[in-house]
């Protein structure tokens, strides 16, 4: 049995609200016991440095009804029964038609989302208040086959100090799981588009410095064993885990906020539901404040121009996105190569 329903007390903003969570004792994370209570006072806990990195932006929740191991989709419109206090924001998708999308403004909007059966938050790099103009610039290290975690370390602090170099501050956390997340605030003056060249340009001169341990290659044959700067990441409707999100990894990983002197030495699998909370009283939100002195992307946007002018045009868009102007096929070289 997953037990009788529970309610708890969340603070926030407007006071305090009540939330019932159902099947409290149904375990979501089976190998580390992890249930759904623990889940939502979880969220309970973490939930001031939780909205001030995820809320006021359009959020799509990631639900898995039977826990980590069982089928999964996600919510991006506002689900059915959602209370009247939790709002949403009307977006435009890649397609062009527009929709309303979730916004969390308090945690027990998070904690209301767990009793909805989410483990992961994706919110948009951009805010309810211009969601055609990120107000992020994100950038997804991802290890491939061969490398991992610590293989990712050298390229974000290499990261780090090229964002210096054009006038932006990185913010670093765990994926959850092998790989980084660096965010950079900026002025929400562009959109997706030129926020997408930009981290285009940003990788490319990453690669230029590293080029034996960074790549831009779409194609994962072409990867080899390098960190990949997910650019595609950089699109609209295309997001990460937010900061502080569970994630649906056997050990409850949380993707997790650190400062920049923690990351080399840091193992991400020790950031969990169950250490989160301790680490957050211990010392503090690494990323408390993180949108107050955003910068801007000018001088990466004037890199994608010199390298357009040197002939490096587009790269490929997902597989679901309309046919993009200046983009090159959608076919894997050795297809292309050796056609059926």
Known sequence: MAGDAVTLDVPGPHGDREVR?????????????VTKL?????????????????????????????????EQFFSKNPPKGAPEWVRSVSVTYPSGRRHPQLVLDE?????????????????????????????????????QPG????????????????LGEVGLTGFVKTSG?????????????????????????LGRELERRMPAEITTAWWKEERGDRIFVDYNQANRD???????????????????????????????????????????????DPWAGMQSNPGRIGMLLDWWQRDLDDGLGELPFPPDFPKMPGEPMRVQPSRARNPQ
């Open 21 to 33: 969570i159902s099947s409290p004792t149904r375990v979501i994370w089976p190998e580390v016991g």
């Open 38 to 70: 623990e889940l939502a006072e979880y969220l309970v806990a973490v939930g001031g440095p939780f909205i001030e990195a995820n809320g006021d932006r359009p959020v799509s929740l990631q639900r898995f009804p039977g826990g980590i191991d069982g």
């Open 107 to 143: 945690p027990a909007g998070a904690v209301w989302a767990a009793q909805m059966n989410t483990i992961v938050f994706h919110p948009w790099p951009s805010s309810t208040a211009d969601t055609d103009n990120p107000d992020q610039l994100r950038i997804d290290l991802d290890p």
């Open 147 to 162: 490398t991992g975690f610590a293989e990712a370390v050298p390229a974000a602090l290499a990261l780090r100090e090229l």
């Open 177 to 201: 799981s092998r790989g980084i997340h660096v965010f950079a605030p900026i002025e929400p003056e562009h959109e997706f588009l030129d926020v997408r060249h930009a981290v285009i340009a």
């Open 238 to 284: 295309r997001t990460m885990a937010g900061a502080y999100s569970p994630r649906p990894l056997p050990h409850a990983s949380v993707s997790c906020p650190l400062e920049w002197d923690e990351l080399e030495h840091a193992d991400p699998t020790r950031f969990t539901i169950r250490t989160v909370p301790d680490r957050l009283r211990d010392v503090g």
